[in-house]
Structures are given as C-alpha cells and as structure tokens.
C-alpha cells in the first residue's frame, strides 16, 4: 500500500473535485445572480473544510504519543468537527442575512441554464460523495443482536 491508499485517497480526490466544483459554482453564481448557487458554493466550501480535517485527523490519531501529549491526538478529530461546526453556522447566517435582503428586493436571476447546469453537476457531486463514501458511515456497522433472555435487542460493537 502507498502512502495515499484508501480512506486518506479518497479524502483527497474528493478534496481536489470540491475545489474544482466550489470555484465553478461560486463564479456561476456571481455570473447568474443566483443566492441558492451561493449557498451550496459555500456549502460545498464547508464540505471541503470538513474533509481536509477529516484528512488531518486520520493522520493525527496515528500519533499515540507525544512529548507534549502523551495521549497522543486521538481527538484531534473532534477539534476539528467544532471549528467545522462554528464555520457552518456562521455561513447559515450569512446566507440568512443575504435572503432577507433578496426577500425585501427582489433580484432577477441571470442566466438561468447555466445556473440551472451548475445545480445539476454539483447535485451529481453530492451523489459521487456518497457513493466514494459509502463504505465509511454507519450504514455498515454492526446489525443489532437479539437477547433471548431480556426480550430486547442489545447493541454491542466488537
């Protein structure tokens, strides 16, 4: 195995096709007056920030001990889920405030085909998301297990 195999690959193809999709979206947007092709630039943005810590966290939870942390960076990972959180929910806002605006004066989307075909590829992006990784959430974790003797179904994980 090399060096970037598996889930770390993964994490950087997709890293490499959010940046792409971000730029095509933003400049889209900008080009279509479109809020809601903004917003799932952004979105997108947040995707790719969440990922690149993803990426960081696979690689810091590696390190079991340290001179300075002798637990190692086992939760560096929920470090990062805040900072991404913090960042989402900044951005709701923002996008919040825009709407508000657009809601007391309209605006006209420009070029709505093109708008219309960048949704549609980022929609495409999403799908390719899920299927790159699928092997990576819960939907493949452990099947719950019947207890005969309590009558109830236990969770147990090995």
């Not at 920030?49 to 939760?75: D, E, P, W």
């Not at 960048?118 to 719950?144: E, H, T």
Request: proline share 2%.
């Amino acid at each position: 195995m090399g060096r970037y195999s598996g889930r770390s690959f993964r994490l950087i193809l997709m890293c490499v096709v959010s940046v792409l999709l971000f730029v095509l979206e933003l400049v889209i947007s900008h080009i279509g007056n479109s809020l809601s092709l903004a917003s799932d630039a952004f979105a997108v943005l947040s995707h790719l920030l969440s990922m690149i810590i993803g990426l960081f966290g696979v690689r810091a939870s590696h390190i079991r001990q340290h001179r300075k942390s002798t637990f190692g960076f086992l939760r560096a990972d929920v470090v990062g889920a805040f900072g991404n959180s913090v960042f989402a929910v900044a951005l709701m806002f923002s996008i919040l405030v825009e709407a508000i605006k657009r809601y007391i004066s309209p605006q006209k989307t420009e070029e709505a085909l093109l708008v219309l075909i960048a949704g549609v590829i980022g929609l495409s992006f999403n799908v390719l998301n899920y299927v790159i990784f699928l092997d990576c959430c819960y939907c493949s974790g452990p099947k719950p297990q019947r207890n005969t003797e309590a009558g109830s179904y236990w969770f147990y994980y090995h």
